[in-house]
């Protein structure tokens, strides 16, 4: 065991301490320190073994209450673990309190310690030594399927998670289920060496990589910007059916195929490929016909995914209603693929600077200001008319398209709420109070029917656009 001066002096105290505590049975020491390889940063793992559970808050309040002097700040990130962080500069304390003996093996077993008597400081009645002899004594080379499956179940929940989370447009949680998603990841990694060694946390992962898997691995760091994410999502599950290969050549009771598991990964990402994609009758299916009126933001940047071609057919979608600005339109322009396979209608709508404004001055108010763009808002109603199966999108697929599919389902005598529900659904940065003033000025105008014909749509296009989307 290997102790500084500040270590060894800390670790008497917390000796002492459990020595005479009379609802201490044992004190264990952990990780770094029982093993003798500390640096001169590693934290001191202890874990008390207390006669009942209900006793564990205070005992952990009695120990930090007798080490006072040395502490300078405690965490308390559970009930049953306290982290100190002392005096003695870079030295730091992670204390668990445990009833059950058997809640310590996966911390004694992770922190494969040669000599289990390094681990015993206080055993006052033998539980200690049995628990560790015995533990000690299980075959090192263990089947490690059991894990690796959990491993895998995990991830793909996480990786599922962080996918649908992108295309709902929600920054962090999209953000913390995709580092959990490269948790297991780095865990896959670790199992893959056949080393359930600190599983929970490995230890220099990425030093230990290969140089190409290293490079891979640094690749996959999170992006907080959502456009980037799906290439990301790409990498990380090539990173991780590479892992997962392996392991399958090595466990032959894996549950699942590399097969089986690619399909999996692939229909998340087909399925949230783009951001906002919706039907609109989504909101009310005993109302709405389904298939006739969809939204999202922009298809044209994902006109290079294998899996495009396949979502244009599965949406059954004859023409497209492109609000974007020119300048957007020429980062992420339609190609000739798309604009032969469906009609493209290009409207750019903004805050109409070059035509008279039809509700007075502007407020300032994004969504009320975009109700002024009166041509486009009549040509898009004159095209539902027409009754040809519609996606209308823009940027987003929130501000621009929010706007006329709300007017849309307002004139189609769908509820406020309703409407402000599917508007909310765009996620992002959307709020209640954004959808609150738009849907308040609309009223404030006299209602959906006096807005629409201030706009210049024409009363036999509602006419017609209800019949073509209501069930009824």
Not at 250 to 255: D, E, F, P, Q, V
Not at 343 to 352: D, F, L, P, Q, R
Not at 401 to 414: C, F, M, N, P, R
Request: hydrophobic share 40%.
């Amino acid at each position: 065991m290997v102790k500084t001066m500040k270590t060894s002096r800390i670790l008497e105290q917390i000796k002492s301490f459990s020595s005479t505590h009379p609802e201490v049975s044992g004190l264990a020491l952990l990780g770094s320190h029982a093993r003798g390889d500390a640096g001169p940063w590693a934290d001191i793992d202890l874990v008390f073994l207390v006669s009942r559970q209900e006793v564990i808050t205070d005992v952990l309040e009695d120990c930090t209450s007798f080490l006072s002097k040395e502490i300078k700040h405690i965490i308390r990130p559970e009930s049953n673990k306290w982290v100190i962080l002392t005096i003695a500069q870079h030295c730091k304390i992670d204390i668990i309190a445990v009833a059950d003996i058997s809640d310590i093996e996966l911390f004694y077993r992770s922190s494969k310690i040669a000599d289990p008597t390094n681990a015993i400081l206080v055993d006052k009645e033998g539980f200690i030594r049995t628990a560790l002899r015995r533990w000690s004594n299980v075959e090192e080379n263990s089947d490690l399927s059991i894990l690796v499956n959990i491993e895998v179940e995990k991830f793909i929940e996480s990786f599922e998670l962080a996918s649908r989370y992108a295309q709902q447009g929600d920054v962090f949680r999209f953000y913390f289920n995709y580092n959990l998603s490269l948790t297991r990841y780095g865990r896959l990694v670790q199992l893959a060496r056949d080393d359930d060694a600190l599983l929970y946390t490995p230890r220099k992962l990425l030093e230990s990589m290969g140089h190409n898997q290293r490079r891979a691995t640094e690749r996959l760091a999170a992006p907080l910007v959502l456009s980037e994410v799906r290439p990301v999502l790409n990498r990380l599950k090539a990173e991780f059916l590479s892992i997962y290969s392996k392991l399958l050549c090595r466990h032959h009771s894996l549950t699942r195929t590399n097969n089986e598991i690619n399909y999996i990964l692939q229909d998340i990402l087909s399925r949230d490929m783009i951001w906002n994609l919706r039907d609109i009758a989504w909101v009310a299916p005993d109302v709405i016909k389904e298939g006739q009126l969809l939204r999202s933001s922009t298809l044209s940047r994902f006109e290079h995914e294998r899996e495009y071609d396949v979502l244009l057919d599965r949406l059954g979608i004859r023409r497209i209603i492109d609000l974007r600005c020119n300048h957007e339109r020429a980062r992420y322009p339609y190609s000739h693929h798309t604009s032969g396979r469906i009609e493209i209608v290009e409207m750019s709508m903004g805050m109409e600077l070059d035509s008279k404004r039809v509700f007075g001055p502007r407020t300032g108010v994004t969504h009320v200001d975009f109700l002024d763009n009166s041509r486009v808002v009549s040509h898009c109603f004159s095209l539902l008319a027409e009754e040809i199966p519609t996606l209308v999108h823009c940027h987003s697929g929130k501000d621009r398209t929010g706007v006329l599919i709300s007017l849309v389902q307002l004139a189609v005598g769908l509820p406020v709420e309703m409407a402000s529900r599917d508007f909310l659904a765009s996620g992002m940065d959307l709020t209640k109070k954004d959808a609150d003033g738009f849907f308040s000025r609309i009223e404030e105008l006299g209602g959906v029917s006096r807005v629409l014909t201030h706009l210049g749509v024409a009363e036999h296009e509602v006419t017609t656009i209800k019949r073509w989307l209501l069930n009824y």
